[in-house]
Structure formats: structure tokens, C-alpha cells
């Protein structure tokens, strides 16, 4: 927006609150409030707080100083006390700073409350919302069907296992550990599974006896299947986890995680070690229950997922809940289909809070020096995400982990990690200035010589990339990572290893590496002709991860980044 635009916009139009605040504003304590505002124009589906412009029409820049230089704090505050994601943007005529404070839409079907009262804006008033405005909003929401009763369910089609840990999980969540004492009717009926003696869905799903299960709701179970390449169109292993979702998300977890599909890789800067996994269970877990949360159980399939090397795929039935898009996704508030589930998920610490798990989903994957989740492939039928196993930058998983053990605050969340990610890249499109600001004043990020508005990441992270790329002129670390991530632990032969590293490399390739290997003492083979087989030096083979990566490249590094170079 530029200053032209908003000296034209229209309170009640353009839904927007034009406060002069010269010096200062308040944040709370009263309904005229940073706060108070932000709740109104969100329940009005979105609008604009403008400080520093005066509300007589044509509007005239007065210039405001509230809240300056705070502006990424503020942003942070009035997530924490809403749980909405503001945008700030900060104008100047001439010496004038005008201050938008961007809100988003509330979530579709609910209000949002300042100290427990829904407000919506009259004139210059900000009042409690009237019945016909929040009767009108409340229906907007799709059914819960996880909270419509069950007809014929009963306590005895409930797994006793199943209850033994959601008591469990309760207890721990809630620190009240005399949970777990309670009967189950009692439990059933606080977390209103039972409500006047009749079972709903949300128990079925959560508890339900596999036989009840299959026979009321066969499609709220999960499949999950795994190929060994992505072009497979037929499955190499495939299992169907029918239990109730306390007991199904640990066994679908124990299958992505079987050791030969899930592999681990130490990563190592200076004296720590993080250990990385193709994929993270935090991720996994998170995007499942998602999944759970958010599907439409009206449809009758089920949530599939698919497991290859590279990637996992996780597939549910019914587009994104109303109002969510793929672009939208990590700034919209929204609402799951089945609620009453969710609510249960969340007090039970299964799942983060309401409109929180794609941002951990987000967060955590960038943070590991991995691609994006990707929603690409969702429609209006069906929601689509892909996580992808290939680790393509462990120099920025080693300089956001740095910052993270140096306890620092704050603590970067999915936006800062986001907009790191962005500088990196190059892209500096629709940058959050108060985020870059941040992340500036933390050493994170600098100008670009010569620049005013493109930055780069602090030169810590480029001497870490600098470690990753190759050693002297003989070897590309990418190369030796590959070939050591197929061999560690095994004896293969030259078609085996082609088979394997057919993505980085071709056979004449590999021979010609494999041979350099040889010279250095780091492959040694056994057997004659086609039957040679390769595998690591004694003081290698019992090495797994980045622990052996760094122990073959410390030791190439001493060779040929040494006296020795000169010599070869």
C-alpha cells in the first residue's frame, strides 16, 4: 500500500481505523486498544489499523510514533495474545511514519474474543457483537462430525489400551497426574466422548475396538504403503492400521521408521553432533494427525501413505477446511472438520495447538536444511503433502542449530526461519521488514554490499558451506557423501553401486572414483573380475552417518589440503 492509496481509503468501506497516536497508543487495558481493534476488524473478515493519519476524509499524514522500532515485538505480542498472524508495514511522507497494522480475517465459523467479549465496531465504538452477527458467523461452520452422537457405539466397543493411554497422555499434558484414576465414564464424559449417555464419532475414531471400527467407519482407517523407487506404480510392502488413532499413530510411526527406511545422518559442526533422519517423527507425527483432524470422513476413503527413499507422501480425503488455501496456509487461522477430535488431540499434547502444526511442520523441515513441505499436488478432493528426505543444505541446519544451543533469544519461529530461507535463496519479494529487521539486529543476516534492500546470511553460514563443497582438486564432498551413504556397512559389487547411484553418477564414473578411493586407502575390495566386491577400509567399516563422512574427509582433508597436495 502506498501513501497515495491509503489517503483515499474509507473507514467502513475498506474496513480500516485511521488513529493519529502522535506519540504513543494503547496496546491494552481498555476496548480502544491495539488489541480491541485488531479483534473487531478480524471479526469484520479482516481490515487495516493505520497510525500516524488523521480520520477526516481526504486523510492527511499527522506521522505517529507508537510503538516505533517495536514493530517486530508487536507483531510477536499480538500473536501470543490471539493467535493471529499481523502484518506491520511502516510508510514515510517526508519525515511523517504512518504505521499499518494489517489484520487478517478471523477463522471461518468463530470469533475471536478480547477478555472474553466478541467486539465488532459501530461508528467510533467498539461494542459487544450482537446475537444476529454472531448467530450469522457460527453457522458458517462446516458439521463437526466428530462430535455427532454414534448410534449404537457403547463403553464395551471401546479399547481398554486405547483409554489406558489417552488417561495417560492427559495426566502428562495437564500435570494432573489423579487423571488416570478417574473412571472411564467420568474421563469419557470430561472430554465429552459422552455426552447424555450416548458415544459419539470423536470416541469411535479415538477408541474404538478395530471390529466396531470396521464396521461403522472403515474408511478412518490408514494405509500405508512403500516402493522403493518413485516410478513404481505398484507397492513393495503395504499395511492397513484399522486400530483407534491412540494406538494407530505409534504403529504407523514404527513403520516409517523401520531402520533400513528410515536412515540416520550425524550430522556434525565442530564439537556437536545433531543426528538428522530422512524424516523427522516430530514432522511425521504432526502431519498425520493432521491429516485425521482435517479430513472428511463423509468420503469414503481413507488417508494413504506412501513411503519412498526420498520422499513420503500423505494423502487425505476432502480439499483444505473453508478459507484455507496453499497460499494462505501458514497465515490463515483455521478451523478442523472434525473439532471435538482436535480439542482431544491437543489436551492429550498428540498435536500442537489449533492452526500450529503447519507451522512446526514448516519450521522443523527448514530447519533441517530440507526443501519445503509441498501441497502442490492438493484440490478441492483431496489434501496432498509431500515431505522430502534429501537433506540439500546441512550448513543452514548447522547455523540455525548453532543459534539454537546458544541460547539466544528469541527463539526463531516458522516466519523468521521462512524469511532466512527467502535471503538465501536470493528472493526478496514480499520480505516482512520488522522479521528483517529482527533477524539484522540478531547477526543472522546483512545488508548486501552496495544494496539498500537485498541482504545475505552472516558469514558464519558461508564458512560452513564453504566446509561442505570439495577437498583440493580431487574430490567433490557430494560425491564421496553419496557413495559412502550406499556403501557404509556393506560389500557390493559395480552393478550393485551403479543401481544405487544411478541419480548422481554413471558406471564409467564410479569406476574412475571408486579407483581414487582405492590409491587413498579408504575402498578395498575382495574377489576377481565380475565377481570384485567394495567395501570400506577396516578403520572405516564399522562407521555410520556424518560420523564417517567426517572421518573420511578429515582424513582426504589431511592428504590433499596438506603438504601433500603439492605432490600429487
Not at 481493534?37 to 478480524?42: H, K, P, S
Not at 463403553?155 to 497426574?177: F, V
Not at 519450521?363 to 515431505?387: A, R
Not at 548447522?398 to 527463539?411: D, G, M, T, V
Request: hydrophobic fraction near 35%; aromatic fraction near 8%; glycine fraction near 6%.
Amino acid at each position: 500500500m502506498t501513501i497515495s492509496e491509503l489517503k483515499l481509503l474509507k473507514e467502513s468501506e475498506n474496513k480500516v481505523e485511521f488513529k493519529e497516536a502522535s506519540n504513543t497508543y494503547s496496546y491494552r487495558g481498555k476496548r480502544k486498544s491495539v488489541l480491541g481493534y485488531t479483534v473487531a476488524l478480524a471479526n469484520e473478515k479482516g481490515g487495516y489499523l493505520i497510525f500516524g493519519v488523521n480520520d477526516s476524509y481526504p486523510h492527511q499524514i499527522s506521522g505517529s510514533k507508537a510503538f516505533e522500532g517495536r514493530e517486530g515485538g508487536l507483531e510477536q505480542d499480538i500473536y501470543n495474545d490471539l493467535g493471529i498472524r499481523v502484518q506491520i508495514e511502516v510508510l514515510y511522507e517526508e519525515s511523517k511514519r504512518v504505521m499499518i497494522i494489517k489484520v487478517p480475517s478471523r477463522p471461518v465459523g468463530k470469533t475471536l474474543l478480547y477478555e472474553d467479549i466478541a467486539l465488532m465496531r459501530v461508528g467510533e465504538e467498539l461494542v459487544r457483537m450482537s446475537d444476529e452477527v454472531y448467530f450469522s458467523i457460527i453457522q458458517e461452520q462446516e458439521p463437526d462430525f466428530s462430535a455427532k452422537i454414534c448410534k449404537g457405539l457403547k463403553l464395551s466397543h471401546l479399547d481398554e489400551s486405547a483409554i489406558s493411554r489417552m488417561k495417560e497422555s492427559y495426566a502428562r499434558k495437564q500435570k494432573n497426574s489423579s487423571f488416570i484414576e478417574l473412571s472411564t465414564e467420568q474421563v469419557l464424559s470430561d472430554l465429552k466422548l459422552l455426552v447424555n449417555g450416548e458415544l459419539n464419532y470423536a470416541a469411535l475414531v479415538l477408541l474404538g475396538k478395530k471390529e466396531e471400527i470396521a464396521t461403522i467407519l472403515p474408511q478412518s482407517k490408514i494405509v500405508w504403503e512403500f516402493r522403493n523407487n518413485e516410478g513404481q506404480i505398484y507397492f513393495d510392502t503395504r499395511e492397513t492400521v484399522d486400530d483407534p488413532i491412540f494406538i494407530a499413530i505409534d504403529k504407523i510411526w514404527q513403520l516409517i521408521n523401520q531402520p533400513t527406511l528410515n536412515r540416520k545422518h550425524p550430522i556434525q559442526s565442530d564439537a556437536y553432533i545433531f543426528d538428522l533422519f530422512d524424516f523427522n517423527e516430530e514432522v511425521v507425527r504432526e502431519a498425520i494427525l493432521n491429516a485425521i483432524a482435517h479430513r472428511d470422513y463423509t468420503i469414503t476413503s481413507e488417508i494413504v501413505v506412501k513411503q519412498y527413499p526420498s520422499q513420503i507422501i500423505i494423502n487425505n480425503p476432502g480439499g483444505f477446511p473453508k478459507g484455507v488455501t496453499i497460499e494462505n496456509i501458514l497465515t490463515v487461522s483455521s478451523t478442523p472438520r472434525s473439532r471435538l477430535m482436535t480439542e482431544i488431540l491437543e489436551k492429550t499434547g498428540l498435536v500442537e495447538r489449533s492452526g500450529q502444526g503447519v507451522d512446526k511442520i514448516f519450521s522443523i523441515t527448514l530447519s533441517e536444511g530440507k526443501t519445503e513441505p509441498d501441497y502442490k499436488n492438493s484440490d478441492m478432493y483431496q489434501v496432498s503433502l509431500i515431505l522430502r528426505s534429501e537433506i540439500t543444505d546441512k550448513a543452514f541446519h548447522a547455523f540455525l542449530n548453532r543459534y539454537r544451543i546458544s541460547h539466544r533469544e528469541p527463539q526463531l519461529g516458522v516466519e523468521q526461519i521462512i524469511t532466512l530461507c527467502k535471503i538465501r535463496e536470493g528472493i526478496f519479494q514480499s520480505l516482512k521488514m520488522p522479521i528483517v529487521i529482527q533477524l539484522e539486529k540478531l547477526g543472522l543476516i546483512s545488508k548486501l554490499a552496495g544494496h539498500t534492500n537485498r541482504y545475505i546470511l552472516s558469514e558464519e553460514y558461508f564458512h560452513l558451506k564453504n566446509e561442505t563443497l570439495k577437498i583440493g582438486k580431487r574430490y567433490l564432498i557430494k560425491e564421496i557423501e553419496s557413495l559412502l551413504i550406499v556403501l557404509q556397512g556393506h560389500n557390493l559389487k559395480i552393478g550393485e553401486l551403479e543401481n544405487k547411484l544411478a541419480l548422481f553418477l554413471n558406471r564409467n564414473q564410479i569406476k574412475y572414483f571408486i579407483s581414487k578411493l582405492i590409491v587413498d586407502n579408504i575402498i578395498v575390495t575382495s574377489g576377481l573380475g565380475k565377481g570384485t566386491k567394495y567395501f570400506l577400509a577396516k578403520e572405516f567399516n564399522d562407521l555410520r552417518g556424518d560420523v564417517l563422512l567426517n572421518r573420511v574427509l578429515n582424513y582426504l582433508r589431511d592428504i590433499y589440503e596438506g603438504s601433500v597436495e603439492t605432490n600429487q
